[in-house]
């Protein structure tokens, strides 16, 4: 009988693991289309376009896979991993996975009205903060945008991805 709750337990981790994987190609090909929807100021629009990924997630992979054939208009897209808030540094995205999301606080007190789109995965956190939140609508990905948060962070989203997402 414990071979069998082993055996269903690797299988099940696989099947959520691989969901997981599948849902994080989507997550990037979103990422890539909110830099096209969202304009940053004109002084932080050149150099490499640099998305910092906290924590270990699975889309560190989908983006690094992204930026290698990938450019944001004639800029190289620089995706790299940090362990903890104390680490965000100037850059254009930062992506807060679910596991990452009680450090929301600390993310946004590091952050401060940097020009950084944060881009989350928790229900709730586009109130608390983050410029865009991932969430599941009708059992597909959607994402809310918090206008406020993208002030604060010196950005403007287009007409476009405002009627894409679900503004909060």
Known sequence: MTRKCLLFAVFWVAVVTSARSQSYQLHSVFIYSFTRYVQWPPEESTGD?????LGESGIYNELTKMAETKKVGSRAIKVSRITSAAEIRKCNILFVPVEKSAALGDVLGKVGSNATLVVTEQVGLGAKGSCINFVEKDGKLA???????????RLKASS?????????
Not at 143 to 153: D, G, L, S, Y
Not at 160 to 168: D, K, P
């Open 143 to 153: 994402f809310e945008i918090n206008q406020a948060a993208m002030t604060k962070q």
């Open 160 to 168: 476009e991805l405002m009627r894409f997402g679900t503004v909060i």
């Open 49 to 53: 376009f640099e998305i910092l990924v």
